[in-house]
Nanobody
């Protein structure tokens, strides 16, 4: 059974930082592209960042480029999202997901497995 468990969310002031983690089990982690997605209040789920199998290729939404960094440790079956210079508009539930290939098409973006999410709240 595949499990993706996010952690690291919380309340932070604007300009602050958080690091999210996604622990994966039940799958061959290094065979999957991984991604972070988020859903803000009253909004649809949107893409944040994705990382390829080896970690060498990454792709970001324009809204987070230069502020967020996605990474993975295949030895630990874990993916990370370092979030810096946080803004109130970054407030959302953040989800990690795994798929064979990332696709730019919502709502599932080619992802096969999803975590339950972790809440990030950025206060102004």
């Amino acid at each position: 059974q595949v499990r993706l468990v996010e952690s690291g969310g919380g309340l932070v002031q604007a300009g602050g930082s958080l690091r999210l983690s996604c622990a994966a089990s039940g799958l061959t982690f290094s065979n999957y592209a991984m991604g972070w997605f988020r859903q803000g209040p009253g909004k649809e789920r949107e893409f944040v960042a994705t990382i390829g199998w080896t970690g060498k290729s990454t792709y970001y939404a324009d809204s987070v480029k230069g502020r967020f960094t996605i990474s993975r440790d295949n030895a630990k079956n874990t993916m990370y999202l370092q979030m810096n210079s946080l803004k109130p508009e970054d407030t959302a539930v953040y989800y990690c997901a795994a798929g064979t290939y990332f696709k730019r098409t919502p709502p599932n973006y080619g992802m096969d497995y999803w975590g339950k999410g972790t809440l990030v709240t950025v206060s102004s």
